[in-house]
């Protein structure tokens, strides 16, 4: 096929050398100046109806299906998942028009298909993007976009090159709650920000997701599919069993942080305009939990941008949520906290409180609305493919999440911080992290260096 030829050209020696040669993955990604592919004749005009497939046939990608299949300027043409019992409910669901696939590869090809959702584990987000971008498909990509510095830029890059349309994921930016948190950070009433502190936490207890003795093989799973590009392990139930239950695996989610963080630090990204960090500190690990996962169970960043710092805190292992706590029973809770000369704000996805210093914002009056509603996340997408002007959560925007993130989990298996330059997209300084920063695939899958030289 030719997708399979353009994702394993690279020989395994080709692809330590040029990990090597570019020193931070990006070296020459920000300079790029990739000419528009002719987009295909069949794309959808404002009027015609979109033909829409899905990667990924679990809980969030049907959620996303559904709710792109709601709109009557929506047709469900493919679904695809390695999984027979999910792939074939989807099938069901939209029986009158809809095909099943197994390998994603396949599904591509099929011509009554102009985008498809990406809603498979995240071990596969890069791959199955940068494959649907050459096959001339528009995508929405659940986050987090991908697990690695090269993935990322590689996204970004391909995207670029071949002028698809790609929202990510991360649906809590259309909150309105959200934009009046960004206008009242914009407006200057809060001052100067010098510090912003996110989170996520919960508390599996030492039990985590559990363990697991008994693992059959399902009928019509294809394990080796699933697995991919990641390790092939022996088959285990807990893991293939939903988004929640991969956060515990490494290999194949990067953990919490890429699973939540996507939404939470979203939020001051975009309030404050930041760019990538200079400088990226990460602490934690698996201190507590003892299940079949093998992911960190406490995680701790501090990412240094020009003009302030952010930090992150995941916990698996204890719920306490500070002003955002509420009832006292375990839950997971998610917050936000800008500190700044005349105030701090802490914000979660439903609500916003400011906490005055002083006297210092007697005088200052809210902000008036100037953030248009979203029409929905996945609303916003297909208007996008119409229009072929890129939505509010492109890669191009996202990216800017999903760099520190990454970075986040590089410096945690390090062991040490990664310093970042934001000019020319390059680790600096550090060769073992710029080449770790680029995946090793399993055979026969190839990481698309040619999207990041």
Known sequence: MHI??????????????QAAAITAVGSAASHLAFAASPKPADKPSP???????????????????????QHPDVVVTAACDAFADRRNATVEQYKDTCKGYEDFREMLQQPDLDA????????????????????????????????????????????????????????????????????????GNLGAIGTVRTFNVMNQTPAGVGTSKENPLPPGMNW??????????????????????????MAYSGGWTPGMAPHIIDLPIWALDLGYPLRT??????????????????????????????????SLTNSYGFDLHGDPQPRRRIGTY???????????????KIVPEGDAMKDRQPPPQSIASSPGHEREWLDCIKSRQQPSCSVFYHVRIDVPIVLSLLSLK????VCFDPQTETIVGDPEAAQLAVPQYRDPWKFPAQYCS
């Open 281 to 314: 500190s990460s602490s934690g690990g698996r201190f507590i939990i003892n299940d079949d996962g093998d992911a960190y169970d406490n995680h701790e960043v501090l990412w240094q941008f020009p003009k302030c710092t952010m930090t992150w805190m995941s």
């Open 338 to 352: 800008f500190h700044g000369v005349n105030g701090t704000m802490y914000a979660d996805y439903d609500m916003f």
């Open 116 to 187: 498809v959702i990406i809603a498979t584990p995240p071990h596969w987000h890069c791959l199955q993007a940068i494959a649907a971008c050459e096959a001339g498909k528009d995508i929405y990509l659940q986050k987090p976009m991908t697990l690695h510095l090269g993935e990322s830029l590689a996204v970004r890059n391909a995207v670029k090159k071949h002028n698809v349309i790609v929202q990510v994921g991360t649906q809590i930016h259309a909150s309105d709650n959200y934009r009046r948190v960004v206008e009242t950070i914009r407006s």
């Open 414 to 417: 390090l062991g040490r911080s």
């Open 224 to 249: 080796d599919l699933w697995c991919g590009p990641g390790p092939l392990i022996p088959y285990n139930q807990i893991l293939a069993r939903d988004s929640y239950h991969h956060g515990s695996w």
């Open 4 to 17: 399979m030829k353009s994702t394993t050209a690279t020989t395994r020696r080709e692809f330590i050398q």
């Open 47 to 69: 009027n015609s109806r979109i033909h829409v497939g899905l990667i990924g046939c679990g809980g969030m990608g049907r959620a996303n299906l559904n709710n792109c299949a």
